[in-house]
């Protein structure tokens, strides 16, 4: 059973920057692909990115150029590093992963982005 716990949300005035991360346990985490979603208040749940295990990226279109992807194979952890933050990326975040034919998701870290 992998469990995945997102951690440093928090309010940033726009313009701000803050860093996401996610920590993995219960898995190899180094054959797990990871994906980061967010989900905004009355919106459906977007796909943001995902990091493969090889370290390639990818981003949507909203947030790339200023949002980066990485992972610590070391730590188990994949980073969500988010510049330029503009009050539209207020959201909660999710990381996840499909791992043995099974899907897991974090239970998410807010942010709030707001002067």
């Known amino acids: 059973q992998v469990q995945l716990v997102e951690s440093g949300g928090g309010l940033v005035q726009p313009g701000g920057s803050l860093r996401l991360s996610c920590a993995a346990s219960g898995g190899i985490f180094s054959i797990m692909g990871m994906r980061w979603y967010r989900q905004a208040p009355g919106k459906q749940r977007e796909w943001v990115g995902f990091?493969?295990?090889?370290?390639?990226?990818a981003a949507a279109d909203s947030v790339k150029g200023r949002f980066t992807i990485s992972r610590d194979n070391a730590k188990n952890t994949v980073y969500l590093q988010m510049n330029s933050l503009k009050p539209e990326d207020t959201a909660v975040y999710y990381c996840?992963?499909?791992?043995?034919?099974?899907?897991?998701w974090g239970q998410g870290t807010q942010v709030t982005v707001s002067s």
């Open positions: 996840n992963t499909d791992y043995r034919s099974q899907t897991y």
């Open positions: 990091i493969s295990i090889g370290g390639n990226t």
